[in-house]
């Protein structure tokens, strides 16, 4: 089983620049962390390997060289190597200039049974790239899954749909975005804290995948930023409480009063 986990590197801080001319995040100088949902999806990546009586997982992230830190983290829990595509081109991009750079290299790995992803990048928010990725390489997609597993050659998953839980499965080659509810990720011990530590990932550009760079960063990118704002910060709620129902209905009571709503 050729498995490849898509992984990125956000901002580790919740109050992000914006750069006033792109209305992008000003990326630069930012500490970085391990997109939490990724984590996830490394973790139901390796649980998949060892079902399939073994493999590969190769972590693959589009970023600058600090990202090689997030990297680790995915290789000193199991994974087996990585790959960074690096290139000052992809700047800017969107997330169909982003899916098509990640499936490009995806390609250049060759043979990949399966893709795992976090659900979403906690910075976009978007949860397009999995679906960019399938889309580009022609590949099954099971999106927001809850638990993974793999059996004659197919992956099954369970998501929540409706109130429900629904069970889906599709053969390999495909594409699985994974929930942050999904499994308990396992914890590094020290050989894979130690083996982290020593790899070295090859670094590919846009040449080395066969990407023009028009077909990438804000010519490449279908959509443009117009503006990018922080949401306004509201009061902080009141949380009521009382010895008994009524107590506690009482209490609503007179805040409401105090605050002149009623």
């Not at 984590?39 to 493999?55: D, I, Y």
């Not at 390609?107 to 399938?134: N, R, Y």
């Not at 099971?142 to 050659?153: H, I, K, N, P």
């Not at 503006?227 to 009061?235: G, I, Q, W």
Request: charged share 20%; aromatic share 2%.
């Amino acid at each position: 089983m050729k498995i490849v986990v898509l992984v990125k590197q956000v901002p580790a801080v919740s109050n992000v620049q914006l750069d006033p001319v792109t209305h992008n995040l000003v990326r630069t100088g930012a500490p970085g962390m391990l997109n939490p949902a990724d984590l996830h999806a490394v973790e139901a990546a390796l649980q998949v390997k060892e079902q399939a009586g073994g493999g590969t997982v190769t972590i693959l992230c589009m970023g600058s060289p600090a990202a090689t830190d997030v990297m680790r983290e995915c290789i000193a829990v199991g994974a087996n190597d990585g790959v960074l595509v690096c290139d000052g081109g992809v700047r800017g991009s969107d997330t169909l200039a982003t899916g098509q750079v990640l499936a490009k290299a995806i390609e250049k790995i060759g043979q990949v049974d399966a893709v795992f992803t976090g659900k979403k990048s906690l910075d976009g928010d978007t949860g397009q790239i999995p679906p960019a990725v399938a889309q580009r390489l022609g590949m099954n997609l099971l999106s927001y899954v809850e638990s993974v597993s793999f059996a004659d050659g197919k992956i099954k998953a369970t998501r929540k749909n409706n109130g429900g839980v629904e069970t889906i499965e599709a053969p390999t080659p495909v594409v699985v975005s994974v929930m942050e509810t999904a499994n308990k990720v396992r914890t590094p011990n020290l050989k894979g804290k130690m083996n982290a530590k020593k790899v070295v990932f090859p670094v590919w550009t846009l040449a080395d995948i066969a990407l023009a760079p028009e077909k990438v960063g804000a010519s490449g990118s279908g959509t443009k930023v117009t503006e990018l704002f922080e949401p306004p910060k509201h009061e902080q709620g009141i949380i009521i409480s009382g010895a008994d129902e009524a107590a506690a209905v009482r209490e609503l009571a007179d805040t409401l009063r105090s605050k002149k709503v009623i």
